[in-house]
Nanobody, 122 residues
C-alpha cells in the first residue's frame, strides 16, 4: 500500500516560483509513475505532469509545458514539481498521485493520492 505526502505549497507573487515535493512510501516498488494534479474551487481536477520513476520519462499538460518541470529522486522516493512564472490561474490545491503503470498521457491511471497542498498566486 503506497502513501504519498506533498509539501512545499504556499503563496507566491505572479511571476514567481514554488517547488512542490511528493514523498512516496510503503510498497514503493509497485509505483511506476507519479503524477502531479491540481484542482481549483469549482473546477475539475487537472493533470499537470507525470514521470516514470524508473527512467525519467516525463509528459506534461499543455497548460504548464515550459513553466513546470517534474523530476524524481529514485533513491529518496521523491518527485518534485518546479513551478516557474506562476500566474494567478495556477492557484489551486495540488496533489501528487501514484500509478502501477506508466501510460503516457493517461491521467486516469493514477489511483493513489496524497492529501494535497495549497498554492496561492497573487
Amino acid at each position: 500500500h503506497v502513501q504519498l505526502v506533498e509539501s512545499g505549497g504556499g503563496s507566491a507573487q505572479s511571476g514567481g516560483s514554488l517547488r512542490l515535493s511528493c514523498k512516496y512510501s510503503g510498497n514503493a516498488g509497485s509505483t511506476n509513475s507519479v503524477g502531479w494534479f491540481r484542482q481549483a474551487p469549482g473546477k475539475e481536477r487537472e493533470g499537470l505532469a507525470a514521470i516514470y520513476t524508473g527512467g525519467h520519462s516525463t509528459y506534461y499538460a499543455d497548460s504548464v509545458k515550459g513553466r513546470f518541470t517534474i523530476s524524481e529522486d529514485n533513491a529518496k522516493s521523491t518527485v518534485d514539481l518546479q513551478m516557474n512564472n506562476l500566474k494567478p490561474d495556477d492557484t489551486a490545491t495540488y496533489y501528487c498521485a501514484a500509478s502501477r503503470f506508466y501510460l503516457r498521457g493517461k491521467w486516469t491511471q493514477f489511483n493513489v493520492w496524497g492529501q494535497g497542498t495549497q498554492v496561492t498566486v497573487s
